[in-house]
């Protein structure tokens, strides 16, 4: 079965440094990845996202994702976090054809705090 | 501008009672979801609708049910029989399926709150 994983549930990090949220998925095919983002109380916005080619892809905002295919992995990174980027950030997975789970298949977030 | 609008943003509940969550999209989208999201969660899929008159249950439809009478409107109703309710509900929709023939985005509208006193 498909599903997402991303391991840390929650991660501070200094305003200024770097970030690297993790993802991995389980899924028989290439997948479609994305990532999005939700401020408290909001609905969700699209960082970036992968179909096909170049395997390091860039977002809104400053993110980029890397697809690496041997380790089943699409993880985000961001060279300099600002306290804006303070929010929850999930990891999906695109079905391609279809299927009982509405195309899309979530990961359970990763919750950034950023520290001044 | 186009988007998605959900109604009521916050919506208390007394236990009993069927409540029903608006969602309306102008991006002429085919597609559209209905998630369930809780502390920790992420979002859990309850039901989808590909076209007009027609939905999918998802992962966890049990005391909820739909409509798809619009291209344009896809609301949500939480029935008594939902033992758990209290939760954020976002509405979503997509131009077509995760696959070669759409853009494989999902955009949000801005979520519900539903409280049950």
């Known amino acids: 079965a498909q599903s997402v994983t991303q391991p840390d549930i929650h991660i501070t990090v200094s305003e200024g440094a770097s970030l690297e949220l993790r993802c991995n998925y389980s899924?028989?095919?290439?997948?479609?990845l994305f990532w999005y983002v939700q401020s408290p109380g909001q609905g969700l916005q699209l960082l970036l996202k992968?179909?096909?080619?170049?395997?390091l892809v860039q977002g809104i905002k400053g993110f980029e994702a890397e697809f690496k295919r041997s380790q089943s992995s699409f993880n985000l990174r961001k060279p300099s976090v600002h306290w804006s980027d303070a929010a929850e950030y999930f990891c999906?997975?695109?079905?391609?054809?279809?299927?009982?789970?509405?195309?899309?298949?979530f990961g359970k977030g990763t919750k950034l705090s950023v520290k001044p | 501008d186009g988007g998605i609008t959900q109604s009521p943003k916050y919506l208390f509940r007394k236990e009993g009672q069927n409540v029903t969550l608006s969602c309306e999209q102008n991006l002429n989208h085919d597609a559209m979801y209905w998630y369930r999201q809780d502390p920790g969660q992420g979002l859990r899929l309850i039901y989808y609708s590909q076209i007009v008159n027609d939905f999918q249950k998802g992962d966890i439809a049990e005391g909820y049910s739909v409509s798809r009478e619009k291209k344009e409107s896809f609301p949500l109703t939480v029935t008594s029989a939902q033992k758990n309710p209290t939760a954020f509900y976002l509405c979503?929709?997509?131009?077509?399926?995760?696959?070669?023939?759409?853009?494989?985005?999902?955009?949000f509208g801005e979520g519900s709150r539903l409280t049950v006193l």
């Open positions: 979503a929709s997509i131009a077509g399926l995760a696959g070669p023939r759409g853009t494989g985005e999902l955009f």
């Open positions: 999906a997975v695109g079905i391609r054809y279809g299927g009982s789970q509405g195309n899309l298949i």
């Open positions: 992968y179909f096909s080619g170049d395997t």
């Open positions: 899924y028989g095919a290439t997948p479609y």
